[in-house]
């Protein structure tokens, strides 16, 4: 054989075994990521469903026994007839947590007068709170005081759950009351917001 035929003969046997390798190659790949594939097909997973969620119950009650509004022991004793100057009366009144949870509550006193112009009753009524007397007579330092009852603001008071706290409120005429006040009468809202 002459040099150039086998040059092609090596050559056509190098290119048949490179297709051959290159082919191999190939499958090699194929297979590589048929395999692969199988493994990413494999999956798994879990849930977990959590417990209930509930809302609290905020229920503040007021009076005995305890309602939502005007408990009529309390209407009855906050009231007096014929105030003259320096004429107080004391009632108490029961604040109950009747909730799921403990809160915070105030207080707030509006008057609502008869008579008309500068001399209403309400406007001159002094108004304190006294906290923890059941007696039915308001005793030690007041928790909160009112020039009237306007001004009257009873501070941030803490109830646990089922736990209850006696108020004694204070209405005062003072001894200086204008003598266009006689004849005159209020009634005084108090207002209790829990939070």
Do not use: H
């Not at 941030?156 to 009468?185: D, E, I, Y």
């Amino acid at each position: 054989m002459t040099k150039n035929t086998t040059q092609r003969a090596a050559l056509a046997r190098r290119t048949s075994s490179s297709g051959k390798i290159r082919a191999l190659l190939s499958l090699g790949i194929i297979l590589g990521v048929g395999a692969v594939s199988t493994m990413a097909a494999w999956s798994d997973s879990a849930t977990v469903q959590g417990g209930t969620f509930t809302t609290g119950t905020l229920d503040l009650k007021i009076g005995t026994p305890p309602v939502d509004n005007n408990p009529p022991q309390f209407t009855t004793d906050f009231a007096m007839s014929n105030m003259r100057p320096g004429s107080t009366t004391d009632a108490v009144l029961k604040v109950t947590n009747s909730g799921s949870m403990p809160f915070g509550f105030t207080a707030t006193a509006s008057a609502t007068n008869s008579g008309a112009g500068a001399d209403q009753l309400g406007s001159a009524l002094t108004l304190k709170a006294y906290s923890n007397n059941s007696s039915g007579s308001c005793t030690g330092e007041p928790v909160s005081t009112g020039n009237t009852a306007a001004d009257f603001a009873l501070p941030p008071q803490q109830l646990a759950v089922a736990a209850t706290q006696n108020l004694c409120f204070r209405a005062t005429l003072p001894t200086n009351a204008a003598a266009a006040l006689q004849g005159k009468s209020s009634v005084i809202t108090l207002t209790f917001t829990a939070k």
